[in-house]
């Protein structure tokens, strides 16, 4: 894994994943970054057409939260895929 910067908006990490035993790299770049609230990181390269992972943080009082993810993605070659 290579990360560039951190969650901030523009900070972007490189993951190596395999997909069938086939390796690909995984770019995605963050955005939306709202300190305690949330951060998005989009799919820039990747064995997909379209993934936006949004990450949220919901306070559950002085010690605890509650982490939401919402995946919007599409995949490759249309219906076959």
Do not use: K
């Not at 709202?34 to 379209?50: K, L, M, T």
């Not at 993934?51 to 009082?61: I, P, Q």
């Amino acid at each position: 894994m290579e990360r560039h910067g951190t969650i901030r908006d523009g900070d972007r990490v490189r993951l190596r994943i395999h997909v069938g035993g086939v390796p690909f790299d995984w770019v995605a770049e963050h955005s939306g970054f709202v300190r305690d609230e949330q951060f998005i990181d989009s799919v820039v390269r990747g064995p997909v057409r379209r993934w936006v992972h949004t990450h949220r943080f919901h306070a559950e009082g002085p010690s605890q939260s509650v982490i939401e993810d919402t995946v919007d993605y599409q995949a490759p070659f249309g219906p076959i895929g």
